[in-house]
Structures are given as C-alpha cells and as structure tokens.
C-alpha cells in the first residue's frame, strides 16, 4: 500500500529538523540565491525594500520553517509573520523558538485544503514548493487568495513539466520507491546522490545541439547540470552534506502526488482570482508567480 503525501513528509522532517535551514539563511548561498532569484529580488536590500510596508506575512507549507526565518529576518519586527503546515508546523516553531529571529512568529496546524479563513487577511503569502503536492492544488491557491488583504500579494513555485525523458524516469522511479518506507526509499536515493555527486566532480563541460524531440535545448551545461535538466534528478550541492543531498532527493521522488504545470496554466490561476501577475519566472524546474489583489 503506498505511503501518503503526509507521511512522506513526516518522515521528512521528523528525520531532518534543520535540514537546508541554514543555508537558506547564509546571503550568497546557491539555495539563497535560488530563492530570492525566482522571485525577482536581485538581493537581500532587494527583499527587505520588498517587505518593508507588510503588515503580516504568510508561509503556507512552512516545513521546518527556513523560508519563515529568512521571511523574518528581512521584514520590520513589528510585521506579524505566520507559518503553517500539516505535518510540521511544530517542528518550525521548535527551529525558531531558539532561534534570533523568533519574535513576533507564530506556527500553527492548517490543511491548505480546508478553511483558512480564521487566519485572517496577509499582505504577503508566500507559497512555494507546496502546491503541487496537493490532490487538488488549484483549490489550494484558491483557499490561499481569500486570505489577501486588499493590495495583497502571493507568490507561488510549482514544479513545470519537463524533457519528456526527465519526467520519464522521474515517474518512474516515483512508482518503484513511493510506497517504500522511509529509510529503503532514503537508501534508494542515496545512490541517485552519489551519482548526482560523481557527475559534479567530474567538472566537464558540453556544448549540446538542440534535439527539439527530446526537449534539450541548445547550450553550455556542466555534465551533472544536462543529465539533471533532461534526464534525472540527481540532485547535488556540495555545500550540504551527503545525507542532506539525499533527502532532498527523497523530497521529489517519494511523494506519489508531484503534480507538473505550465506557465499558462498558472496565469489562468491568478486570472481566475482576479490578480494582476507582477513577476512570472520559469527555469528548468519550476514555475514561480507573483500576483496582486486588484
């Protein structure tokens, strides 16, 4: 019988408590960058100029509660700063109530399927990551938009569809190890880590032709870089540690709902909802959203 989204992500969590925490924090850091980057904040000034006016914020699907910490970190201390999830609200709050920027926060149990209502209007939402994972991830944005104040803002990630040999495997590999418990599927993917690794150290770059078919796109790819965009995930960063790596591999290949959209499709979404779209960035992975409440 397969393992649910949310017992994938308890074990997550409940095995990697700071798992990227701080790394999500260190300014210049690859998974910094990546953040601020898809969002359209070329840095930290950028983000802080960004929150300076918010009033209260909104992580939804906070997980351990890195992004609610760099959230904090770059918002005035009296802006109210909220973070909710399933399965692990009590594990951010457990990160950040001995943590510096534990002032003015708070964590709390929500299904992003059920009735928000009670948490009041945010100026700010962000919810990245998180949608795809859901069975119904447009009634989840739906749910998150009746909470934005008038003038509000939500900016929202979720995975795109890929090189069809990419999503390929990567279905594949879903099906063989997602109803496997926690440290088998884990032990699977370390050896996609290792991989991922030994692509990366080999330091070789190529130059690829366009194979429209294929859905490879003519360019300069580090080796590890062109079998991660077109054919695997075989995730690696060498400023986290080897298990570390590994569950981030386990976080896209155990979860059996990982639902993959178009552009087009989240602009009906913000459409829908009656918001002006502020800032739309695709790479090879995902798709990230920001829109206004007219």
């Known amino acids: 019988m397969k393992n649910s989204v949310m017992e994938t992500f308890k074990e997550k969590w409940e095995h990697n408590k700071q798992l990227a925490f701080e790394e999500t924090l260190k300014e210049g850091s690859e998974i910094f960058s990546w953040i601020l980057g898809r969002n359209g904040f070329a840095s930290a000034n950028e983000l802080k100029k960004y929150l300076r006016d918010k009033k209260r914020l909104l992580d939804a699907g906070c997980g351990n509660g890195r992004v609610t910490a760099l959230l904090r970190r770059y918002s005035p201390k009296t802006t109210e700063v909220v973070g909710i999830d399933l399965v692990s609200s009590e594990i951010a709050k457990e990160n950040l109530e001995t943590h510096q920027l534990f002032y003015n926060m708070f964590f709390l149990c929500r299904d992003l399927l059920g009735n928000l209502e009670d948490l009041g209007k945010f100026d700010f939402i962000y919810c990245q990551e998180v949608l795809h994972h859901l069975s119904d991830p447009s009634r989840g944005f739906q749910n998150l ?25 990567d279905d594949y590999v879903r099906e063989k190890i997602s109803c ?3 440290e088998e599927a884990l032990q699977v993917c370390k050896q996609i880590t290792d991989l991922g690794r030994v692509l990366s150290q080999t330091e ?9 078919v294929l859905g490879i796109e003519e360019g300069e790819y580090d080796l590890q870089r062109f079998v991660y965009h077109f054919f695997m995930k075989c995730f690696w960063n060498s400023n986290l540690t080897f ?13 059996q709902i990982a639902t993959r ?8 979404w913000f459409m829908r909802e009656d918001l002006s779209i502020l800032h739309e960035h695709v790479d090879f992975y995902g798709i990230t959203v920001r829109g206004k409440r007219r």
Do not use: M
């Open 243 to 255: 298990q570390e790596n590994a569950v981030i591999n386990y976080d896209w290949y155990h979860p």
């Open 204 to 212: 070789i770059s190529i130059h690829v032709p366009k194979v429209e």
């Open 261 to 268: 959209h178009t552009i087009e499709e989240l602009k009906e």
């Open 180 to 182: 496997l418990p926690y």
């Open 145 to 169: 938009c009746k909470l934005l104040s008038p003038g509000g803002e939500i900016a929202t990630y979720v995975y795109k569809k890929k090189a069809p040999v990419r999503e390929f495997v």
